[in-house]
């Protein structure tokens, strides 16, 4: 009878701020995507975070920062996520199955968001590894096109297989019935390797400093113009330090949502 389901849904929820687990694909030995339902009181703007986590064995949650993977417009919230064997987190967080539970503390935050940027033409989303989960937010937000003529997303790995999640988004936008008329053909796509033969190999930051880049894509310069460019960076600590210096070189300066400029970083969060 429908009343005693109801109660028992009601009953099953026994974490605070549960959310249950609606899919999840795993794309290597250490890179998986996992889709969760979203609490009503969600508000969030693209390219921000949030804490989730599972309950450990002491009762005490286990939570970690998450960029939110999936468009603000969307009923769920997806999550790409890499695996750490002994991660106090990840070696667990990689076992869930649709119908778990997982904590999500609905309190979103980070400065990867368009509103930190100073109006401009061209847009860079500038990515190593699983820091290409908050473009995929960023990519698939409507705002991102009618605020740019165009939009570049470079994603580094080590491997092809590691591009899979980046390569399989990009390639469904145009076909999107919600979003693939506002990405028309302002979306180029940059995925490189640097440890295994791809058809574009090499480091974002030397991809960017030997000009390759902008050659590649035609885009009729070889530098970034603080005037028109503007870009978002996500990677591991080295990864945006390195990148910060090159902008900084061509003129560009950090901005921050109290503080707008021409670009923003984030350290991609590792479990
Ligand atoms: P590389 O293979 O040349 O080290 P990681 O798995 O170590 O986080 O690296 C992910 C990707 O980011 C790899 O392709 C790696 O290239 C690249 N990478 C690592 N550090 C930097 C850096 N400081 N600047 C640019 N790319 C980097």
Same mark, same amino acid.
Request: a negative charge; charged letters at 25%.
């Given at each position: 009878n429908q009343q005693s389901a109801v109660t028992q849904t009601a009953a099953k929820?026994?974490?605070? =701020?549960a959310q249950t687990v609606t899919e999840v694909r795993h794309y290597t030995d250490d890179l998986f995507y996992f889709r969760t339902t979203r609490p009503q009181s969600l508000r969030f703007r693209s390219g921000e975070f949030v804490m989730i986590g599972l309950p450990g064995d002491d009762g005490k949650p286990i939570m970690r920062a998450y960029s939110i993977a999936s468009p603000s417009w969307d009923d769920g919230l997806d999550f790409y996520s890499i695996k @750490?064997? =002994?991660?106090?987190?990840t070696s667990r967080l990689q076992h869930i199955k649709p119908g778990d539970e997982i904590i999500l503390r609905p309190k979103p935050v980070g400065t990867? @968001?368009? =509103?930190a940027l100073l109006p401009g033409k061209r847009l860079w989303f500038l990515a190593t590894g699983t820091g290409i989960a908050p473009f995929a937010s960023l990519m698939r937000d409507p705002e991102t096109y009618e605020q740019y003529d165009e939009v570049i997303m470079m994603h580094t790995c080590r491997h092809v297989a590691e591009l899979e999640f980046g390569r399989e988004l990009v390639e469904s936008l145009p076909e999107d019935p919600l979003i693939g008329e506002f990405v028309g053909d302002k979306l180029k796509y940059y995925p490189t390797t640097t440890r295994e033969d791809f058809k574009t190999m090499g480091r974002v930051t030397d991809n960017l400093t030997s000009g390759k880049v902008f050659a590649d894509l035609g885009l009729g310069t070889d530098k970034m113009d603080p005037a028109i460019d503007r870009a978002m960076i996500c990677g591991s600590l080295a990864f945006n330090k390195d990148l910060m210096a090159i902008l900084d070189g061509w003129g560009l300066r950090e901005g921050a949502n109290s503080e707008p400029a021409e670009y923003v970083v984030e350290k991609a969060f590792v479990g």
């Open positions: 929820k026994t974490l605070p =701020d @750490v064997q =002994d991660g106090p987190l990867l @968001v368009l =509103d």
